[in-house]
């Protein structure tokens, strides 16, 4: 039975890494879903092998995953009839939607493909002979949830480079797909994949903790290499809008963390190297990108400033027409007036330039660019929004 049992396990396992399993069947006992004792043969959907039990909701569903797995190789007149049981059983528990998707899901996996890239895994290594050794894949949306599942689960495992490029890897592939993450996964993500900077006294903070924790433990040359990191992150903030300076940054703290064996706090109380170096990720600057009001003076404000005007003041200096336009019934309407405000001409906008001057109002960028914007610019808008919401 023990061995059944693990074969039973796997078996799910591999369900999982393919399909999304819904929460009644995660929460399901394995034994009973795929190999329950003393039921009667109507309790399966293959009553005259009694295979497939479908006597509970997940059981229907899991034995379902099987069925599917092993239709092709059934004639006709078995899998129909274990077919039309499956339908009644699905009609009792109320799972037909989720057995369709799983169905669907099964077929995607089995599509032939035209290509072997190496870019469809998640995981590549090359090996001595110089071929591939590849692992998660991603042809589908499932196959990219299950790969970030196991990045998140086994990262501490990789090297900083190979996490890093894992997490890329995945999320092009997720882009590809359409994949939508929950909000907290998307941010590991974006950090491990060292898409963001670093808050210049956080990370300083974060790097002299690590030689409190170590104190008279770490040698002299370390402990040098890791203050130096500390000031000079301290002293020139821009430097974290440097990707090569962010990477020898990480590369760094990573080194000191495994030499002084911190690594198991990493789970507990200390940030990796990832958090402390990429902990604000460019997805607030593609939002603040969003809601930028750039005037034809090429000064840049974000929606939130134009709230800071009064509404009888706009209509005094701008006129009646513009007021009414920007209003929003007792207010200033930001989405409204940061619409119209890029229309402005160059005597509106600079005089609307000067009611915001009044108001206490600078514009977060001198200039800014039509064309798509580079990394470090999204970067510097990001640390721009911080400082302006507190």
Known sequence: MGTQLGELQHDLVAFARIHTLPDYVKQADVVDCFHPETLGAHAY?????????????????????????????????TRRRIG??????????????????????FEDTRRPTTTTSDDDYAIVYRTAD???????RMKSAEEVRAAADALLKWRDQFSLQDRQTIARRILKKAA???VTFDED???????????????????????RRRLRLVKDSAGPELVAALTKAADTVERNPTLAISEQAKEALA?????????????????????????VVYGVTYRPAEEFQKAAVELVTGHVYHADQLKKLSLGDVR???????????????????????EVASTFPRREAEALENLLREAGEAPLLKH????????????????LLRQTSR
């Open 84 to 105: 039309e049981c499956f339908e009644k059983a699905a009609a009792y528990w109320d799972v037909a939607d989720d057995l369709k998707l799983a169905e669907r899901q």
């Open 316 to 338: 005094d200096v701008l006129g009646d027409d513009i007021a009414d336009a920007v209003s929003s019934g007792i207010g200033i309407d930001p989405e409204k007036f940061a």
């Open 251 to 275: 590369k760094t703290i990573e080194v000191f963390d495994h030499t002084m064996e911190l690594t198991p706090l990493y789970s507990r109380s200390l940030p990796r190297p990832e958090d």
């Open 45 to 77: 959907a293959d009553r005259v092998q009694k295979r497939f039990p479908v006597h509970t909701k997940a059981a229907t569903y899991c034995s379902w995953l099987r069925f599917l797995r092993a239709r092709d190789q059934m004639p006709a007149t």
């Open 130 to 136: 110089g071929t591939s050794e590849r692992h998660y």
């Open 176 to 178: 590809q797909y359409e």
């Open 185 to 207: 996964l998307t941010e590991t993500l974006d950090k491990i994949a060292g898409r963001g900077f670093y808050e210049p006294q956080k990370c300083a903070a974060a790097i």
């Open 368 to 383: 800014a660019h039509q064309a798509q914007f580079t990394n470090e610019e999204l970067a510097a808008w990001a640390d």
